[in-house]
């Protein structure tokens, strides 16, 4: 069946000094156009692979991508990035740095004042109007993200990959930036596949989550579908029984994969039971406070 986009059966393997490392294994996926993905897993388990392959960035060594029943092989303006680091060129204003990628992408088909005022949407489309002469020493990290994600909007690409561009901010600044990040994807119908190791931005965002196995050789573990209405409201949904319900299917998905890799560490190291599950569960005890404080 033709899909918007299609992560056909990916496998991929690097090779080491200690011999191939099969990072990625049949991974298999359809998204469609418009559709907000999140991949969520523990670290290491191929989520950035899985994005730099659909980026253009790195080549499946099986398998491959769709977009649009055309193969991706190289990167190209139809796919965007936007990574933690926002990746601003310091000398450049806010403008400037938008207007450059405006220039490489337009510049055969659209007019300078054409690629001015696209330039200026796209910045006021994510609140950055005011600061369009500013330096990125200038401005703070919530306003470099927006900026970094006015770029990557600018482009008009067909898909927006997202690598965890929220992780590195404090939570008021990042539920600020997920309420945008709604509100511009409503409004523009972007397809999105969105890296996140929080669970609540997960659930808040996504139309499915997919969850990774534990690397190497990770696969998609389990797809969850997140049936709630749009647009959605965070202080609405943290007393919503299926947000909580959703919330609690990834949290247990993760959980049961941290047993089972503290357990395959355990038996290799032989470490005592004991500290091995102290470990468990303060790590899993750590994470829901962190997903509860950002639901608020």
Avoid at 69 to 81: Q, S
Avoid at 161 to 187: K, N, Y
Wanted: hydrophobic share 40%; with cysteine; net charge negative.
């Amino acid at each position: 069946m033709n899909s918007y986009l299609n992560i056909d059966h990916v496998c991929i393997t690097f090779p080491t000094d200690k011999g191939p490392l099969n990072v990625l294994n049949d991974v298999d996926l359809r998204v469609d156009e418009s559709e907000f993905i999140s991949l969520i897993g523990h670290s290491g388990c191929g989520k950035s692979t899985v994005l730099n392959i659909v980026a253009g960035l790195l080549q499946a060594s099986e398998g491959g991508v769709l977009l649009e029943n055309k193969e991706v092989r190289e990167p190209g303006p139809d796919r965007a990035v936007v990574f933690q680091n926002h990746s601003l060129l310091p000398w450049l204003s806010v403008y400037d740095n938008v207007r450059l990628a405006v220039d490489q992408v337009f510049k055969r088909t659209k007019s300078k004042a054409e690629r001015d005022a696209w330039t200026r949407h796209n910045l006021e489309l994510v609140h950055m109007s005011h600061a369009l002469d500013r330096k990125p020493d200038e401005i703070s990290g919530g306003m470099k993200q927006r900026v970094g994600i006015a770029r990557a909007l600018a482009m008009e690409p067909k898909v927006l990959l997202m690598d965890e561009p929220f992780g590195a901010l404090d939570s008021l600044t990042r539920t600020h930036m997920q309420d945008s990040l709604m509100e511009i994807q409503a409004e523009l119908k972007n397809t999105v596949i969105m890296i996140t190791h929080d669970v609540d931005e997960a659930v808040l965002l996504s139309d499915r989550i997919i969850m990774m196995t534990n690397g190497p050789s990770a696969t998609i573990g389990e797809i969850l579908h997140i049936d709630l209405e749009r647009p959605r409201d965070r202080l609405a949904l943290a007393e919503d029984p299926a947000y909580n319900h959703y919330r609690a299917e990834v949290v247990r998905f993760l959980h049961e994969r941290h047993v089972g890799h503290g357990s395959k560490k355990q038996d290799e190291q032989q470490a005592p039971k004991a500290d091995a599950q102290a470990s468990v569960d303060s790590d899993d005890a750590a994470e829901p406070k962190a997903g509860l404080r950002l639901a608020g």
